[in-house]
């Protein structure tokens, strides 16, 4: 059974930092790229960043360069998201994904609230 779950959402206050996880099982994990995309309240999915499935290679949203960092643990079968200098609109649910050959998979996301 595939399984991808987010966790190290919650309160922070502007400024702050915070790390996300997302513990994937159920397929091969260093396989696939793998994808960090958020959803404010009212809005559609933005992507924030990605990372080959090596680790090599990442990619970034222009509002988060410099802030976020997307790594990965093959071994661990673990992604991370480590997220510096947060802002009110970075505020949303946090999503991992992963995608290879055409198959991709989900989480169900985690809330990060940035406010003072």
């Known amino acids: 059974q595939v399984q991808l779950v987010e966790s190290g959402g919650g309160l922070v206050q502007p400024g702050g930092s915070l790390r996300l996880s997302c513990a994937a099982s159920?397929?091969?994990?260093?396989?696939?790229?793998m994808t960090w995309v958020r959803q404010a309240p009212g809005k559609g999915l933005e992507w924030v960043a990605d990372?080959?499935?090596?680790?090599?290679?990442?990619n970034y949203l222009n509002s988060v360069k410099g802030r976020f960092t997307i790594s990965r643990d093959n071994a661990k079968n673990t992604l991370y998201l480590q997220m510096s200098n947060l802002k009110a609109e970075d505020t949303a649910v946090y999503l991992c994904?992963?995608?290879?050959?055409?198959?991709?998979?989900w989480g169900q996301g985690t809330q990060v609230t940035v406010s003072s």
């Open positions: 994904g992963g995608y290879f050959l055409g198959r991709d998979y």
């Open positions: 159920g397929f091969t994990f260093s396989n696939y790229v």
């Open positions: 990372i080959s499935n090596s680790g090599g290679m990442t």
